[in-house]
């Protein structure tokens, strides 16, 4: 059983920065890859970012690539997204989850384990 819990979430304004950081239990968490996925009002949920158990491996929706850094802290047993350069259309609750395969796939029917989610609002 993998339990992952989120904070970091907040009210930014337009341009702002904010770093998610998504706790996880499990003796094995080094080896799992880990995601964050977001959910806007009204819309299915999408993929934000990949990072897998080798901590050079990772991925970007095109949406945030250039903006948003995965990195995990594999001795704290922990996952962060950096946003920076926030815009409104990143306001949404921001999931993060654990895909055991250790794949960091773009795909959510492929992660194991979520945590509950954090909101993230952008004032325009």
């Known amino acids: 059983q993998v339990q992952l819990v989120e904070s970091g979430g907040g009210l930014v304004q337009t341009g702002g920065s904010l770093r998610l950081s998504c706790a996880a239990s499990g003796r094995a968490f080094s080896r799992y890859a880990m995601g964050w996925f977001r959910r806007a009002p009204g819309k299915e949920r999408e993929f934000v970012a990949a990072?897998?158990?080798?901590?050079?491996?990772?991925s970007y929706a095109d949406s945030v690539k250039g903006r948003f850094t995965i990195s995990r802290d594999n001795n704290k047993n922990t996952v962060y997204l950096q946003m920076n350069s926030l815009k409104p259309e990143d306001t949404a609750v921001y999931y993060c989850?654990?895909?055991?395969?250790?794949?960091?796939?773009?795909?959510?029917?492929?992660?194991?384990?979520w945590g509950q989610g954090t909101q993230v609002t952008v004032s325009s």
């Open positions: 990072i897998r158990w080798s901590r050079d491996i990772t």
């Open positions: 989850a654990a895909d055991l395969e250790g794949l960091g796939s773009r795909y959510s029917y492929e992660y194991d384990y």
